[in-house]
């Protein structure tokens, strides 16, 4: 069964140095992976596809089929970057997404 | 363009009871999906609705059922509650898969039924 995991709860990074949130998956076939996030108090909101192959909000995310990764960076944190980041697979195109149990990123003044 | 809406925000019921919460897709999104979600975990599918029907279901017992409107909005009823339902409970919609290329879309998703079973 396919599986999304992201090994840290917590990451705290500060203001200006590089961010690096990790994501592994298991899914034999070619998943569509996604970064969803959830600002305080907000709703949870799409960032990024890796189909798209985009930047947004300065973040960026590689699919690794090699290593099974799919982890998102931006290479300097912003304070605004707070929020609850969760990473996502689809295993086909009309196929339900499988969500990571999330990482709270915390970005120290 | 209106969003996605959820009612309502908060509800709290207890063991043995039935619910029944509500969800209103966004405009142009013909796929509606339900979510639970448990404090401090992701998001766990529950079931999902295209065209009026069950088009995929995760590993929740026949307890936890839906409904799709023919304006896309859906329901989602859970019978027999336990202390373990409580959580946040999310609808997400999404636009149809159009032709011979599929097109991926992520989900556009609501604010979330919070539900407390005492």
């Known amino acids: 069964a396919q599986r999304v995991t992201q090994p840290e709860k917590l990451l705290s990074v500060f203001k200006g140095a590089p961010v690096e949130l990790k994501c592994n998956y298991s899914?034999?076939?070619?998943?569509?992976l996604f970064w969803y996030v959830q600002y305080s108090r907000q709703r949870l909101q799409l960032l990024l596809r890796?189909?798209s192959r985009e930047s947004i909000k300065g973040f960026t995310a590689d699919l690794n089929k090699g290593e099974t990764s799919f982890h998102l960076k931006k290479p300097f944190a912003q304070e605004e970057d707070s929020a609850m980041y969760y990473c996502?697979?689809?295993?086909?195109?009309?196929?339900?997404?499988?969500f990571g149990k999330g990482t709270r990123l915390h970005i120290l003044p | 363009e209106t969003g996605v809406t959820q009612s309502p925000t908060h509800l709290i019921k207890t063991r043995g009871q039935q619910v029944t919460l509500r969800c209103s897709s966004q405009?142009?999104?013909?796929?509606v999906s339900w979510y639970q979600q448990a404090l401090g975990q992701g998001p766990q599918f529950i079931f999902q609705?295209?065209?009026?029907?069950?088009?995929g279901r995760g590993n929740f017992p026949p307890r936890f059922s839906g409904l799709q409107f023919p304006n896309y909005s859906s329901e989602l009823n859970v019978n027999a509650l336990e202390l373990d339902d409580s959580a946040l409970y999310l609808c997400?919609?999404?636009?149809?898969?159009?032709?011979?290329?599929?097109?991926?879309?992520?989900?556009?998703f609501g604010s979330g039924t919070r539900l407390t079973v005492v």
């Open positions: 997400a919609s999404s636009p149809a898969i159009q032709g011979l290329r599929a097109i991926s879309y992520g989900y556009t």
């Open positions: 899914y034999s076939g070619s998943p569509e």
């Open positions: 890796h189909i």
């Open positions: 996502a697979l689809k295993k086909n195109r009309d196929d339900k997404i499988i």
């Open positions: 405009s142009g999104h013909n796929t």
């Open positions: 609705y295209y065209r009026e029907e069950e088009n």
